[in-house]
């Protein structure tokens, strides 16, 4: 018994976490993320790669759903946390970590999962396995929801075989449709993306929004109320531009972002992070790889980057944003985030900015969504990753309690 | 003062793997202190990083995705490790070495071919579109750098009119290889990157398709993909060493010590590398290599060979 409880001990020094957010429950997301940074501990990027399933917030059925089928795919020793605050943040982790190493609880949960699959097993018909519904929210192993038309066809592990079709270069290819999301690094919360793919390239796409049972209200709303508008603004800008940075590869700049982040949130003082954020902004700007690798990359005809809060402030300060302009480049658009950021903390003295209504955040947020299709077509699939980091989606902004469907 | 390399007992063999882990556990080290350190950790919590990550997969279970090809993506797990192993059989520490083949250089180059097949099984083996995506990323990064890698290591093996890696740091007792072949040596390190998708070149891991081929491999399937990447990468900072920066020679220390530190300051580039630049994708790279690293690569060789022949 020595050797397993040394090994748990210094599991417990780097647990893997997978974060699924809610819509709407982004701030609870961050400061996850803050604290997992102070501890030494790593986002899980997959399934298979996390020891903690960490949920932010209150999800709807459907996302409920996908994340218990998520729940089924940790490999264990596996625990999980529901995060709706930040007060308990520190307890709720310290005992996760102490379940995790709980070598009794956690070979009692083995030993429970696997007589749960011999069951499914031994079931007539149970083709699929981990108790898979064939409409439900996969990820990592996007291989599940393939095609269920042919049935005729031979079915390896009661997975039908994907069906041909022509690629661009008109060669026949197979495809494969797999959904993205809503349990995806870097990804609007609860954004649903349905791909048809051939090899990486997208074929065709339709997206949706599963959506929260209900908005953060009673702690965190306690816990943002000194926050105002315009830092909200600067947070969001943030972490948009740390999502679009990790994507693009970059670690110690999306860090460095993220870390401005959450600085951002709890400094006195808002005007202390213009110097910090206009240094990202050059160094961005600097990177010839990034320029290199960004190169061509656009959201087409999409208007994007109306500034929602301090829109006077902003022109004061001479900001270049890159409203309403026709194919605005995933880099300008990282680079305006930042600047946008860094020109709202030089004006506002944490004063109250006029926002923009919750109308306004819907409409664009909806207007996003119904472009994503059109613009995902035909794209390979990191392309396909940067653009939708690049729209810097708010589904929270959306209308609760139904869904969106687009195509 | 350099001597002519001596073919040791492969009893000696046994000892090699250890002293490969070893220089890998030292770079996955420091690439936790210096993740920690852009987190705003002390650099201690960093270095220990490994430990708890190697007790974290030896804990985990393995788990099998439906209808896996659990046979080739075992193999391609444990390739990695392997193949590192069989790589540094060629490569003398100091004066001695485990097998001075008469196409050594060449042996190592067929080892990093065998990486195309490894990572490639790893991404098929899971039945999972990410990792199916992430071994197609490998694969045409594969393309990209494989022939401008193969005539780096010509340059060398030319100037040295030898495939032997003994001759090669023989032919070196005068000047370093990396004076007068620099392409040579820069496009074999980011070659080396490469091979081992590392860093920029780790778009087949990548965070946008959920870890690529990473993303279904857990427990000790992941730990023994993990350390391969380590360890192929020592493999390759190991081989810069007797090729292009003069093997053992050096003042002072005893002639095996500079092969390790030369090869840890090497690692140490690839570390201290890995995040500090954007990813370089495979499609934007696929021209840039075929355009002008071939080219440079053939000049390069061109270079050498008149000097040689010149001389």
């Known amino acids: 018994m020595g050797l397993t409880s040394v090994l748990a001990r210094w599991a417990s020094k780097r647990v893997h976490v997978l974060i699924i957010e809610v819509p709407g429950w982004g701030a609870s997301r961050m400061l996850l993320e803050a604290e997992l940074d102070r501890r030494g501990w790593a986002v899980a990027l997959s399934p298979a790669d996390a020891d903690l399933l960490a949920v932010c917030g209150m999800p709807g059925e459907e996302l409920r759903a996908a994340c218990d089928f998520v729940w089924n795919q940790l490999p264990g020793p596996r625990a999980r946390v529901n995060v709706t605050g930040s007060g308990s943040l520190s307890t709720l982790l310290n005992e996760a970590s102490a379940h995790l190493g709980d070598d009794s609880a956690q070979r009692e949960d083995a030993r429970s999962r696997s007589q749960n699959t011999v069951a499914e097993d031994s079931a007539p018909d149970a083709g699929e396995h981990d108790g898979m519904a064939p409409e439900e929210m996969d990820h990592g192993s996007m291989d599940h929801g393939m095609d269920h038309g042919e049935m005729d066809m031979p079915m390896p592990g009661g997975i039908p075989l994907a069906e041909g079709g022509d690629d661009r270069d008109g060669l026949e290819m197979d495809f494969l449709t797999v959904p993205f999301g809503p349990v995806m690094p870097h990804w609007p919360a609860g954004l649903v993306v349905d791909c048809v793919l051939q090899g990486d390239v997208v074929v065709s796409a339709q997206a949706r929004v599963l959506e929260a049972v209900s908005a953060p209200t009673e702690v965190s709303t306690e816990e943002m109320t000194y926050l105002v508008e315009a830092r909200l603004r600067i947070i969001r800008l943030c972490d948009h531009a740390s999502q679009l940075l990790a994507l693009a590869g970059w670690q110690t700049a999306a860090q460095n972002a993220r870390r401005l982040r959450d600085d951002a949130r709890w400094s006195a003082d808002i005007a202390e992070h213009v110097a910090p954020l206009d240094r990202l902004r050059r160094r961005v700007e600097r990177s010839v790889l990034l320029r290199w690798s960004l190169k061509g990359i656009s959201l087409g005809g999409i208007s994007v980057g109306r500034p929602v809060g301090g829109t006077d402030a902003l022109a004061e300060a001479g900001a270049a944003t890159p409203a309403d302009q026709a194919g605005v480049a995933i880099r300008d658009r990282l680079i305006g985030w930042l600047h946008e950021a860094a020109a709202l903390a030089a004006t506002s003295s944490d004063t109250r900015s006029p926002a923009a209504g919750d109308l306004d955040r819907a409409r664009e947020a909806r207007d996003l969504l119904g472009a994503l299709p059109a613009l995902l077509r035909g794209t390979e699939l990191g392309t396909a990753r940067l653009l939708i980091a690049g729209l810097g989606l708010d589904t929270a902004a959306l209308a609760p309690a139904h869904e969106r469907t687009h195509d | ?311």
Not at chain 2, 23 to 31: C, E, H, R, V
């Open chain 2, 1 to 311: 003062m350099t001597e002519p390399i001596v073919q040791v007992s492969p009893a000696w063999a046994v000892l090699t793997p250890f002293l490969l882990m070893l220089l890998a556990l030292t770079a996955a080290g420091l690439n936790g202190a210096l993740v920690a350190r852009t987190a705003g950790r002390p650099l201690r919590s960093g270095l220990a990083a490994p430990l708890g990550e190697v007790a974290r997969l030896l804990r985990q279970r393995r788990q099998v995705t439906v209808a896996a090809d659990v046979v080739l993506w075992r193999i391609g797990a444990a390739g990695l490790v392997v193949v590192a192993i069989l790589k540094i059989l060629v490569i003398p520490l100091g004066p001695w070495t485990l097998a001075d083949l008469d196409v050594g250089v060449v042996w190592f180059n067929t080892m990093d071919v065998m990486t195309w097949a490894l990572f490639w099984l790893i991404g098929w083996g899971a039945n999972s579109a990410y990792a199916l995506v992430g071994g197609y990323r490998f694969l045409s990064l594969a393309v990209s750098y494989e022939l401008p890698l193969m005539f780096a290591l010509i340059a060398p093996a030319v100037a040295a009119r030898s495939l032997q890696v003994g001759d090669v740091v023989a032919a070196q007792q005068d000047l370093w290889f990396v004076i007068w072949m620099p392409v040579a040596f820069v496009i074999f390190c980011g070659s080396v990157i490469a091979f081992s998708s590392w860093g920029p070149f780790a778009t087949g891991a990548g965070r946008d398709i959920a870890g690529g081929f990473l993303a279904d491999v857990s427990g000790v399937d992941r730990l023994l993909i993990l350390a391969g990447r380590y360890a192929v990468l020592t493999a390759g900072a190991a081989f810069a060493v007797p090729v292009f920066l003069g093997g053992g020679g050096g003042p002072l220390l005893p002639e095996w010590l500079w092969t390790i530190v030369k090869t840890f300051l090497v690692l140490a580039v690839f570390v201290a590398i890995r995040h500090r630049v954007p990813t370089i994708r495979p499609d934007r790279f696929a021209e840039v290599a075929w355009i002008i690293v071939l080219p440079a690569a053939l000049l390069q060789v061109l270079v050498v060979a008149i000097i040689v022949v010149g001389s």
